[in-house]
């Protein structure tokens, strides 16, 4: 079939529907699109008439994800609420060999067989896949899309070590919010995007996080790893984190930023391996170097703080020597055990692995390297999570307890974590206290 192009007419007035993945991120993203002309709505819809628009249209042996995500934006469509002669949708293609970069072609068959032809999807990728006359990835778009990747990194990896223990429920969401609203604005005028600013604004967040109060008691650390997808959408994986929340865990997940590393350095490798072009090579190694220095900043940020830092992308990339080949990149690729290995190191070994259940890339660099990563970290506490439209939500938060029960058995006692001060007469303590 023809595809619909997205034209410079159809920029003015056409809503462009985008299905939420990281809702941190996504909703500054979606600002700086906004400034540069497109009216991008984020998707928030869920539930069963989601998952069953997706069965009608897309085969159920297909990738999970590309289920959800034609499911949402069919259950959008069909909601009434946009004008489905006025709406586009978007759907990131990577370009690689994992099935995600077909998404698109489903896509397109699923909306002509729901009568929806006429609307138009735009693929936003980096390597002219396809292109569209009325939507263009400028340089600046770019830069700016990755000062709040990163800034989105810093804020759910510091959420996420601070809201299991939060003495006033709903504090620490209250404190994104206004952080995703400040950077928000501060985008529209072209603030917060220099490397100085950054700086400044990671230390600010950092301190603001250090400032609410925590009753800082054990609690069982779990990390969060597999398809991108289905680990950090709330869609994807039935609400995971809030499910963790409720059996008083910590959890930690690694960020967007390592990904985008990962995606980059890989084209550098293809150029070194097969040849190629010294001029592009020379343009993606300065992106690869530009994107460190942000990384650099955060982390060291982060380290002269009480929180704990991610681990730096070569760092990461050197723990998997020896374990998996570099080659390994299809989908999530050697990343994944680096991931897992890093998280046993920053001693959040209780780890789920979520990926869709007919995800083989996953399977491979993830459930097949559980025994050596074990061989390395006996501790190790490792599930792998299947998630599809068949899957038992009981049957998979069961699994976890399962894994969250050998888990408990290695905390010796329930007790307060020690700190640098006396405690107040009610026993609470800002976090920024906390060793």
């Not at 009608?56 to 042996?61: A, F, I, L, T």
Request: with cysteine; glycine share 6%.
């Amino acid at each position: 079939m023809d595809r619909i192009e997205f034209t410079k007419e159809m920029k003015k007035d056409y809503t462009i529907l985008v299905p939420d993945m990281l809702t941190i991120h996504f909703k500054m993203i979606c600002t700086i699109f906004r400034n540069e002309g497109y009216n991008l709505e984020i998707l928030y819809n869920g539930g069963k008439d989601v998952v069953d628009s997706g069965l009608k249209y897309v085969h159920n042996d297909t990738c999970y994800p590309a289920l959800l995500v034609i499911g949402q934006f069919l259950d959008a469509l069909n909601s009434g609420k946009y004008d489905v002669n006025k709406t586009a949708l978007i759907i990131m293609q990577t370009g690689g060999g994992c099935r995600a970069s077909n998404y698109i072609h489903l896509l397109r068959k699923a909306l002509l067989k729901a009568g929806y032809s006429q609307v138009p999807v735009i693929s936003l990728n980096l390597t002219s896949l396809e292109k569209n006359s009325g939507f263009k990835i400028t340089l600046p778009i770019i830069k700016k899309s990755l000062s709040a990747i990163s800034y989105g990194d810093l804020l759910m990896q510091i959420k996420n070590q601070v809201k299991p223990y939060e003495v006033q429920s709903g504090m620490t969401d209250q404190l994104v919010t206004k952080w995703q609203n400040k950077l928000c604005n501060d985008f529209k005028d072209n603030k917060s995007l220099s490397l100085s600013q950054m700086k400044s604004n990671f230390k600010e967040i950092i301190n603001s996080f250090s400032k609410i109060a925590v009753n800082k008691v054990q609690k069982i650390k779990v990390g969060i790893v597999g398809e991108i997808y289905v680990k950090y959408s709330s869609l994807g994986n039935n609400n995971l984190e809030d499910f963790l929340l409720s059996q008083n865990c910590e959890y930690m997940i690694p960020g967007l930023l390592e990904f985008i590393l990962f995606k980059i350095d890989n084209r550098l490798d293809d150029i070194k391996l097969y040849g190629g072009n010294k001029l592009k090579f020379s343009a993606i190694n300065a992106l690869f170097e530009y994107i460190r220095k942000i990384e650099v900043i955060c982390i060291k940020t982060i380290e002269n703080s009480n929180f704990v830092p991610p681990s730096y992308y070569l760092h990461k990339k050197s723990l998997v020597n020896g374990l998996i080949g570099y080659g390994n990149r299809m989908g999530e690729g050697w990343l994944l055990p680096a991931d897992m290995l890093e998280l046993c190191e920053q001693g959040y070994n209780n780890i789920i692995c979520a990926q869709p259940f007919g995800c083989l890339p996953t399977h491979i660099v993830g459930k097949a390297m559980i025994r050596p990563i074990k061989e390395r970290f006996p501790t190790a506490n490792i599930i792998t999570i299947d998630y599809d439209p068949g899957a038992s939500r009981v049957n998979q938060e069961n699994r976890i307890k399962l894994m969250l029960a050998i888990a408990t058995e290695q905390i010796p006692s329930n007790q307060p974590i020690k700190t640098k001060e006396e405690k107040s007469p009610n026993g609470l303590l800002p976090i920024a206290s906390v060793l």
